[in-house]
């Protein structure tokens, strides 16, 4: 004898109800991202490494200087283009451009401001950012995700008590969208930092002043829950 599966609906004496908890938190960022892009270009092959490799090397020290403060360092991709001229016949190279990609990753926002401001006045370096963003890890996820299932525990004890009942049991709790593989709607994405804004070429000036901005998450969860017998 098979056992019988449990309905999906509750009965007149165990009743269910199903809800939707929600959450939504506001916390200063952990970490701030620049991209930086350091160019060169050389009548030769051999000109635009060189070029490239001592500006790619300028741009890893000043980084690194900030010893702590700096999370992480990543180069993202290396290319080294040949210029075909225009005019002429055959494959004949005018010119060599190459270009490095890197991340930095920074913890300390005090820094911030001069990182961005000592890169953009290095030769053909272009600076983007930051991007704003919580750890992956942090603390702040956790809380939001536990005020969204109290939030569900509430509303279901709400409805509960409308009808002179009470909880009696969770049957199932679950992440949004978790039950189905179908694409689940989301609701405003956390924001990160401001639009890429090239800094290539900035004459010395003052230290920028970049202000964090605050991260918003979100946390849904669905739950049902038994009931004991409304008094209707």
Request: glycine fraction near 8%; avoid cysteine; aromatic fraction near 4%.
């Amino acid at each position: 004898m098979t056992t019988p599966e449990p309905t999906p609906y509750g009965t007149p004496e165990s009743p269910r109800v199903a809800v939707r908890g929600e959450a939504r938190l506001e916390a200063d960022p952990e970490l701030a991202r620049i991209s930086v892009t350091v160019e060169a270009r050389g009548g030769d092959r051999k000109a635009a490494l060189d070029d490239l490799a001592r500006r790619n090397s300028a741009v890893l020290d000043l980084v690194t200087s900030y010893g702590e403060a700096v999370h992480k360092l990543e180069t993202g991709s290396f290319v080294i283009t040949p210029e075909l001229a225009q005019k002429g016949r055959g494959e004949r190279v005018k010119a060599y451009h190459g270009r490095v990609h890197i991340t930095a990753t920074l913890t300390d926002f005090t820094v911030l401001g001069d990182v961005v401001t000592r890169l953009a006045d290095l030769d053909l370096t272009t600076v983007s950012g930051p991007w704003w963003s919580l750890r992956p890890g942090s603390t702040v996820h956790r809380d939001v995700r536990q005020r969204a299932v109290r939030a569900a525990v509430r509303r279901a004890r709400e409805y509960a008590e409308a009808l002179d009942a009470r909880l009696v049991a969770l049957v199932e709790l679950a992440d949004e969208g978790a039950e189905s593989t179908a694409p689940t709607p989301r609701g405003p994405g956390r924001p990160g930092g401001p639009a890429p804004q090239g800094l290539a070429g900035a004459a010395p000036g003052p230290v920028l002043d970049l202000q964090p901005q605050r991260q918003t998450v979100y946390a849904r969860v669905n739950a049902r829950f038994i009931m004991s017998p409304p008094q209707l």
